[in-house]
């Protein structure tokens, strides 16, 4: 032991500390201090040589492609030395394998190579995510490359005699590893060694590779950008689903995270079933990145349901039956031009809408401004009537037409009215401006029932009711009342808004951090990115919504000013007026809904997942339900909803749909709670539409409900007072009853689209029996509401064809998600969905101008001539 210690510190450079002690000038210093470090050496050396005794271990020269069989036990190991000379496009592949299944004492093979270590054991026990053990009898491994750059090894800076004895005769230019063969069991234990050479490490763009993994045998890959090249995407593709499988990119560099617990500790990866692709940008990964492929140890990451048998945590499943095919092959995206291309087509795209609409305005205008002049003079000429019939309040009912009281058919009293809507002129009855006094004398005998004229029950009680009985306020006051839809609607989707985008900003940061693309669910076959947005196609497909939206914000306000700057209802009483009541607080509002919707339907597609779904739906039901107070406000001026009860309304169903999020697919009393709500609240609208407003919408309307049908249907039979309006609530009855109990029965996953459906039918249902009872009623649609109809239906199927494509479906997991991804069908850059949102938001706009033309052929007639329905 003297003779080795001094051999070491005569043989290495001494440290500054010894080079101290021995330069010292006190003799003392030299006599203790060197001695008492040569006692410490051979304290260290003896300690370490009785606490772990080497194994004798038997080396031996291997060749590439043998197979070695052996054995080993725990007083014996193995190890053989293997030389080759580097290649980036080739690797060197170790496997082994054994027939012991003894877990706990196991083969242990480390891999020791000049720039690194790699171990693993034989068995090989690999722990899933539901906590079973799987044993593996093979295994086989891809040791770490480098490129031909850098393959000049260290030996080439070491002397000869400081080799390992058995790699002297190795060239410069080679490399050198060992694999050694050791285990913990007293007996005896046989292995299997074959070392070889992966022809197809460097992957090329274009060419489709084929190979087979398994949790024991992953696999990784080299690709190198080209110098064209600044984005890659790589396809993988699998003939059958199972087993569950990694796609892993990461940064090139050693070692590879090739395992299945820390393949996610590196780079992007996806799991996958039949199908992956991952977009590679080449300043995220350099000029070069490893493509990685792990098969899991089970299924649970890609179809996310248990094993049905009962799960035992300390038994070791043996399983030699999950192998993978995979097919890989890596393709160049498409280039800046093409991003300029589709950015510029999607603005063009609704470029002609602007125009049309500029003409349109422009014609209206130029045709309006000589009628506008002949009415001005026809309303100056009728003035002195109209002022006398507005201050006239003591005509009998009998007298004005309205016939309060009398059982009359309300469709035969329009259809006498025929010739006066054809003519859409103002018409004053002869029978008003003929009354001598001779008659007014007699007029005083009789009870003129002046409350019948002024009392709002008495009024909406009359079996034929006409817009001019429901538009009795003042018409300032309600453009009032309806102009704040627009204004709260624009308050709340601020405060919605924001908090969204700062949510999905972060859902995007979080994928780019960690990696995991499991969290958003794009269409990764055509999810081209753009700075830091995986998706920009399907979030700039979203602009229709924007654009159409102002535009038919400008279209109302045109319609608004021509409105006020018309001189048909100056001065005149409000039954008097023309036509239906000219609010456009709702429409606004509608237009103002339509940008929002486009604003979070784009927030949705930064990160489409299960838990903001509701951002992509929110402003659909707010559009569903404007649409519809829309229709029900044009002839029910003074009973529709004001804008705080709505939006509490809206506020209601947009907590369901959160709630839906977290529980609706576990909780049976949450489906109870909905199909109880929606069965009471549609039978309370019922029993509010039918009367007109007549009672208050509130829990005591329950009350009322019982109280007629008890004397209405039990006590005595009566016939319906408006069978037409019995008939729509009967059907829409119908519908919603049997859609809460399918809805019940089969409780989706997706409840957003489930809620959103029963808007939308409702709204499809309502608008059908509007038209239906217009024409009805003998009044008639005009060729441009024709127009925007045919056009709307038009647009709306085409829409729902792309719709229903389905390239994601966030209530399946991630891996099985991917597996409806498809490429791109329009400019190599918009796919199925982003169609979606081109023609949705055109169907969208054609129906709100449906909306906004629809009773046109009514604004010349007189509104106690225009019936209710």
Same mark, same amino acid.
């Given at each position: 032991?003297?003779?080795?210690?001094?051999?070491?510190?005569?043989?290495?450079?001494?440290?500054?500390? &010894?080079?101290?002690?021995?330069?010292?000038?006190?003799?003392?210093?030299?006599?203790?201090?060197?001695?008492?470090?040569?006692?410490?050496?051979?304290?260290?050396?003896?300690?370490?040589?009785?606490?772990?005794?080497?194994?004798?271990?038997?080396?031996?020269?291997?060749?590439?492609?043998?197979?070695?069989?052996?054995?080993?036990?725990?007083?014996?190991?193995?190890?053989?030395?293997?030389?080759?000379?580097?290649?980036?496009?080739?690797?060197?592949?170790?496997?082994?394998?054994?027939?012991?299944?003894?877990?706990?004492?196991?083969?242990?093979?480390?891999?020791?190579?000049?720039?690194?270590?790699?171990?693993?054991?034989?068995?090989?026990?690999?722990?899933?995510?539901?906590?079973?053990?799987?044993?593996?009898?093979?295994?086989?491994?891809?040791?770490?490359?480098?490129?031909?750059?850098?393959?000049?090894?260290?030996?080439?800076?070491?002397?000869?005699?400081?080799?390992?004895?058995?790699?002297?005769?190795?060239?410069?230019?080679?490399?050198?590893?060992?694999?050694?063969?050791?285990?913990?069991?007293?007996?005896?234990?046989?292995?299997?060694?074959?070392?070889?050479?992966?022809?197809?490490?460097?992957?090329?763009?274009?060419?489709?590779?084929?190979?087979?993994?398994?949790?024991?045998?992953?696999?990784?890959?080299?690709?190198?950008?080209?110098?064209?090249?600044?984005?890659?995407?790589?396809?993988?593709?699998?003939?059958?689903?199972?087993?569950?499988?990694?796609?892993?990119?990461?940064?090139?560099?050693?070692?590879?995270?090739?395992?299945?617990?820390?393949?996610?500790?590196?780079?992007?990866?996806?799991?996958?079933?039949?199908?992956?692709?991952?977009?590679?940008?080449?300043?995220?990964?350099?000029?070069?990145?490893?493509?990685?492929?792990?098969?899991?140890?089970?299924?649970?990451?890609?179809?996310?349901?248990?094993?049905?048998?009962?799960?035992?945590?300390?038994?070791?499943?043996?399983?030699?039956?999950?192998?993978?095919?995979?097919?890989?092959?890596?393709?160049?995206?498409?280039?800046?031009?093409?991003?300029?291309?589709?950015?510029?087509?999607?603005?063009?795209?609704?470029?002609?809408?602007?125009?049309?609409?500029?003409?349109?305005?422009?014609?209206?205008?130029?045709?309006?401004?000589?009628?506008?002049?002949?009415?001005?003079?026809?309303?100056?000429?009728?003035?002195?009537?109209?002022?006398?019939?507005?201050?006239?309040?003591?005509?009998?009912?009998?007298?004005?037409?309205?016939?309060?009281?009398?059982?009359?058919?309300?469709?035969?009293?329009?259809?006498?009215?025929?010739?006066?809507?054809?003519?859409?002129?103002?018409?004053?009855?002869?029978?008003?401006?003929?009354?001598?006094?001779?008659?007014?004398?007699?007029?005083?005998?009789?009870?003129?029932?002046?409350?019948?004229?002024?009392?709002?029950?008495?009024?909406?009680?009359?079996?034929?009711?006409?817009?001019?009985?429901?538009?009795?306020?003042?018409?300032?006051?309600?453009?009032?009342?309806?102009?704040?839809?627009?204004?709260?609607?624009?308050?709340?989707?601020?405060?919605?808004?924001?908090?969204?985008?700062?949510?999905?900003?972060?859902?995007?940061?979080? #994928?780019?951090?960690?990696?995991?693309?499991?969290?958003?669910?794009?269409?990764?076959?055509?999810?081209?990115?753009?700075?830091?947005?995986?998706?920009?196609?399907?979030?700039?497909?979203?602009?229709?919504?924007?654009? &159409?939206?102002?535009?038919?914000?400008?279209? #109302?306000?045109?319609?608004?000013?021509?409105?006020?700057?018309?001189?048909?209802?100056?001065?005149?009483?409000?039954?008097?007026?023309?036509?239906?009541?000219?609010?456009?607080?709702?429409?606004?509002?509608?237009?103002?809904?339509?940008?929002?919707?486009?604003?979070?339907?784009?927030?949705?597609?930064?990160?489409?997942?299960?838990?903001?779904?509701?951002?992509?739906?929110?402003?659909?039901?707010?559009?569903?339900?404007?649409?519809?107070?829309?229709?029900?406000?044009?002839?029910?001026?003074?009973?529709?909803?004001?804008?705080?009860?709505?939006?509490?309304?809206?506020?209601?169903?947009?907590?369901?749909?959160?709630?839906?999020?977290?529980?609706?697919?576990?909780?049976?009393?949450?489906?109870?709670?909905?199909?109880?709500?929606?069965?009471?609240?549609?039978?309370?609208?019922?029993?509010?539409?039918?009367?007109?407003?007549?009672?208050?919408?509130?829990?005591?309307?329950?009350?009322?409900?019982?109280?007629?049908?008890?004397?209405?249907?039990?006590?005595?039979?009566?016939?319906?007072?408006?069978?037409?309006?019995?008939?729509?609530?009967?059907?829409?009855?119908?519908?919603?009853?049997?859609?809460?109990?399918?809805?019940?029965?089969?409780?989706?996953?997706?409840?957003?689209?489930?809620?959103?459906?029963?808007?939308?039918?409702?709204?499809?249902?309502?608008?059908?029996?509007?038209?239906?009872?217009?024409?009805?009623?003998?009044?008639?649609?005009?060729? #441009?509401?024709?127009?925007?109809?045919?056009?709307?239906?038009?647009?709306?199927?085409?829409?729902?064809?792309?719709?229903?494509?389905?390239?994601?479906?966030?209530?399946?997991?991630?891996?099985?998600?991917?597996?409806?991804?498809?490429?791109?069908?329009?400019?190599?850059?918009?796919?199925?969905?982003?169609?979606?949102?081109?023609?949705?938001?055109?169907?969208?706009?054609?129906?709100?101008?449906?909306?906004?033309?629809?009773?046109?052929?009514?604004?010349?007639?007189?509104?106690?001539?225009?019936?209710?329905?």
């Amino acid at each position: 032991m003297l003779v080795i210690t001094t051999t070491f510190l005569t043989t290495r450079a001494p440290s500054p500390f &010894l080079q101290t002690m021995w330069k010292s000038p006190h003799k003392h210093v030299r006599l203790v201090g060197i001695p008492a470090v040569m006692f410490l050496l051979f304290l260290c050396f003896g300690i370490r040589a009785g606490s772990a005794p080497l194994v004798p271990s038997d080396l031996t020269a291997a060749n590439f492609n043998t197979l070695y069989t052996g054995s080993v036990q725990a007083d014996r190991s193995k190890e053989y030395l293997f030389h080759y000379r580097p290649n980036k496009s080739e690797a060197v592949r170790v496997w082994v394998a054994s027939t012991t299944n003894d877990s706990k004492l196991p083969l242990m093979f480390v891999v020791q190579q000049q720039q690194g270590v790699m171990s693993w054991q034989v068995p090989l026990v690999l722990r899933a995510i539901t906590g079973i053990l799987y044993l593996y009898r093979d295994v086989s491994r891809t040791l770490c490359s480098l490129d031909v750059e850098n393959s000049t090894s260290k030996l080439a800076l070491k002397s000869p005699s400081q080799l390992h004895p058995m790699a002297a005769h190795a060239t410069l230019e080679e490399k050198h590893f060992t694999v050694a063969v050791t285990t913990q069991s007293p007996n005896n234990v046989s292995y299997e060694l074959r070392v070889t050479e992966n022809s197809h490490l460097l992957l090329r763009s274009g060419v489709k590779y084929v190979f087979n993994a398994t949790p024991s045998q992953p696999q990784f890959f080299l690709y190198e950008f080209a110098s064209d090249e600044k984005s890659v995407m790589v396809n993988v593709t699998s003939r059958i689903e199972d087993p569950c499988s990694v796609v892993s990119v990461q940064d090139f560099g050693c070692p590879v995270n090739d395992l299945d617990q820390n393949v996610n500790f590196a780079g992007t990866y996806q799991t996958m079933t039949s199908q992956a692709a991952i977009t590679v940008q080449r300043t995220q990964q350099n000029s070069r990145f490893h493509l990685v492929f792990v098969v899991k140890t089970d299924d649970y990451a890609c179809k996310g349901i248990l094993p049905l048998t009962p799960i035992n945590l300390q038994e070791v499943v043996d399983t030699d039956h999950r192998v993978k095919e995979l097919e890989v092959e890596i393709t160049k995206t498409i280039s800046h031009k093409v991003y300029m291309y589709a950015i510029v087509f999607c603005c063009t795209l609704f470029l002609p809408f602007y125009l049309v609409a500029f003409v349109w305005m422009c014609i209206r205008q130029w045709r309006t401004r000589p009628q506008r002049q002949l009415d001005l003079c026809n309303v100056e000429e009728q003035r002195p009537i109209l002022e006398k019939l507005s201050e006239d309040d003591s005509i009998p009912s009998s007298l004005s037409g309205d016939s309060y009281g009398a059982i009359v058919s309300c469709l035969g009293h329009v259809g006498a009215e025929g010739p006066e809507l054809k003519a859409r002129r103002l018409r004053v009855d002869w029978r008003h401006t003929s009354i001598s006094s001779s008659d007014e004398d007699e007029l005083e005998d009789y009870d003129t029932m002046d409350d019948a004229l002024s009392d709002k029950n008495i009024i909406r009680s009359k079996p034929c009711l006409h817009v001019a009985d429901l538009a009795r306020r003042k018409h300032s006051a309600m453009t009032k009342k309806y102009q704040i839809y627009c204004w709260n609607l624009v308050t709340v989707g601020v405060f919605y808004v924001l908090p969204v985008i700062q949510l999905v900003l972060t859902y995007q940061s979080v #994928v780019h951090d960690t990696g995991n693309q499991d969290i958003c669910y794009y269409n990764f076959l055509c999810a081209n990115p753009l700075g830091q947005l995986t998706s920009f196609n399907n979030v700039f497909s979203n602009l229709g919504y924007f654009l &159409l939206g102002l535009l038919f914000l400008l279209t #109302v306000a045109f319609r608004e000013f021509s409105n006020q700057m018309s001189p048909q209802t100056k001065g005149t009483h409000s039954q008097h007026e023309l036509g239906l009541p000219k609010h456009y607080g709702l429409f606004y509002a509608m237009g103002f809904a339509l940008i929002m919707e486009g604003l979070l339907s784009a927030c949705y597609h930064v990160c489409p997942n299960y838990s903001n779904f509701q951002f992509d739906t929110a402003f659909m039901y707010i559009i569903a339900g404007l649409c519809m107070l829309k229709l029900y406000q044009k002839r029910h001026s003074d009973v529709n909803a004001n804008a705080y009860k709505a939006y509490a309304s809206f506020a209601v169903i947009i907590f369901f749909a959160v709630l839906g999020v977290v529980v609706a697919k576990k909780a049976v009393w949450f489906w109870v709670l909905c199909t109880l709500v929606h069965i009471l609240a549609s039978l309370a609208l019922s029993f509010h539409i039918y009367h007109v407003g007549h009672w208050h919408f509130s829990i005591a309307i329950f009350k009322h409900i019982a109280i007629v049908f008890y004397n209405d249907c039990i006590r005595r039979c009566t016939r319906p007072l408006h069978m037409d309006r019995l008939i729509l609530l009967v059907i829409g009855n119908i519908f919603n009853w049997s859609y809460a109990i399918v809805g019940f029965g089969i409780r989706p996953r997706d409840f957003d689209s489930y809620l959103l459906g029963i808007f939308m039918s409702n709204l499809l249902l309502y608008s059908a029996f509007y038209i239906i009872m217009k024409i009805r009623s003998g009044e008639r649609i005009l060729p #441009v509401p024709m127009l925007f109809i045919i056009l709307a239906m038009v647009a709306w199927g085409a829409a729902l064809y792309f719709f229903f494509q389905g390239l994601t479906s966030w209530e399946e997991t991630a891996a099985k998600s991917r597996e409806r991804n498809k490429p791109c069908i329009l400019l190599q850059f918009f796919d199925h969905h982003d169609i979606w949102h081109f023609l949705s938001s055109i169907a969208m706009f054609l129906s709100f101008l449906v909306l906004l033309t629809l009773d046109d052929d009514v604004d010349l007639v007189r509104r106690d001539k225009i019936l209710v329905f």
